[in-house]
């Protein structure tokens, strides 16, 4: 009787990380693409612009940070909200 009540707890430990584990992954991914790739990438491109010399693949790489700041930012978050639902999901068949 014990050991289904220690299941139990367990379950719901874990059922609170796959939550936590969600949460952080919407905010990592929105943090990657607006942070880091958009506005990262305009950085990038006014500090070119600023320059004595402008280099042409750090502009394109400026470029390709805000063009492709959706893209990434959804596959980091989705890929990190996965694994959350995953583990949400294991603890939810603990707790039962």
């Not at 367990?10 to 880091?36: A, E, K, M, R, S």
């Not at 320059?51 to 940070?65: N, T, Y």
């Amino acid at each position: 009787m014990s050991k289904k009540k220690n299941s139990g707890v367990l379950g719901g430990i874990i059922l609170i990380l796959g939550i936590l584990t969600i949460i952080g992954g919407i905010g990592t991914g929105l943090y990657v693409g607006i942070w880091v790739c958009f506005v990262g990438g305009i950085v990038d491109l006014i500090s070119q612009i600023q320059g004595s010399q402008v280099e042409d693949l750090a502009v394109g790489w400026g470029v390709a940070k805000i063009f492709f700041a959706g893209p990434f930012g959804l596959i980091v978050g989705g890929v990190i909200v996965g694994i959350g639902s995953i583990i949400t999901g294991v603890g939810t068949t603990m707790v039962e």
